[in-house]
């Protein structure tokens, strides 16, 4: 019978962002199937939820990569929440120097 609905199959639940697949099945009375699904974000979006954002940036607003959990991973010389206070050179005096590239004083 030409598009007529043999079965229905409704999956509640959570499934949860992962690059692992999840396997469901459906044990109807009319049809049995077997599928997988997986839960991927969106690019610079991390979490259960998908709502931490990180997209590394090196400029003004920071210095960063993202691991893969969405945390900020600062570039080579850079420190601070968003990575954006330089290092200085070894040496330089907190007190009366500073620097706003890594490695200068």
Known sequence: ???ALIERAVHSGM????RRWQSLKHDGPVAQFR???RLSCDEHYYGFGC?????PRDEFFGHY?????????????W???DCNTAI??????TEHGLCKLPGEC
């Open 1 to 3: 019978v030409g598009g």
């Open 15 to 18: 499934i949860n962002p992962s």
């Open 35 to 37: 599928f997988q699904v």
């Open 51 to 55: 709502n931490k954002f990180c997209r």
């Open 65 to 77: 990569e993202c691991d893969h959990n969405g945390n900020k991973t600062c570039l080579e010389g």
């Open 79 to 81: 420190s601070g929440p």
């Open 88 to 93: 200085c050179r070894q040496g330089c005096s």
